[in-house]
């Protein structure tokens, strides 16, 4: 396809077309935007850009991102010391504190478990989460990992893992969702729903 526009932009493009729910289309009209909007987002975009790339850390404490660590959720005093949950990736610590859904700290592990793929126990980061628990304090660990196959096997993995310490261990129940309609779940969901059903 023949180009409309120069190497520079084109390469702003490309960028853009690497972003996650940016095709190439949509790409080509985000830049655009930004070339037109030079002075509104296109110059703070790339300020904003600058400050991210030299400061963003992953916390040692819980494996958020942020520009500091502990990062601001660890370094949080109102929030509770006893209950820690267990999330896949920063992604899904962030959704949760969107809808804030807890008052516990986080412990993200990077991953799960996948055998096809690969990943083992030791790529996950499961160390510094036994450390925390031995450190004692935590009465609950919420296991708030995907319903998906590899997020269950890793919730079996971890209950083992954290079976010798004084704690409770939970996890996410599934089933219907908030505004769900029973006619459209798939049987997978209502049978979880069915099974997980909880007192009125
Ligand atoms: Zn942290």
């Given at each position: 396809m023949a180009s409309v526009t120069g190497p520079e932009i084109e390469r702003l493009i490309q960028l853009l077309a690497k972003?996650?729910?940016?095709g190439p289309r949509s790409a080509r009209r985000a830049a655009l935007h930004l070339v037109k909007k030079r002075e509104q987002i296109l110059g703070p975009l790339a300020d904003a850009m600058q400050v991210a790339r030299e400061r963003i850390l992953v916390c040692e404490s819980c494996g958020n991102i942020d520009t500091l660590s502990p990062c601001t959720l660890c370094s949080d005093p109102k929030r509770d010391n006893s209950l820690l949950i267990v999330v896949e990736d920063v992604a899904d610590l962030w959704a949760l504190e969107r809808a804030s859904a807890t008052a516990g700290r986080y412990h993200v592990l990077g991953g799960v478990l996948a055998a096809l793929d690969g990943i083992?126990?030791?790529?996950?980061?499961l160390e510094a989460l036994v450390a925390r628990v031995a450190s004692g304090g935590i009465k609950e660990v919420i296991?708030?990992?995907?319903?998906?196959v590899d997020g269950q096997t890793t919730a079996h993995y971890i209950t083992d893992l954290l079976s010798p310490y004084e704690l409770i261990v939970t996890k996410l129940a599934h089933g219907v969702?908030?505004?769900?309609e029973l006619d459209y779940l798939d049987e997978g969901t209502l049978t979880a729903a069915m099974r997980q059903r909880t007192a009125v």
């Open positions: 972003l996650p729910g940016l083992g126990p030791k790529d996950l980061n296991l708030a990992l995907n319903a998906t969702p908030v505004g769900g």
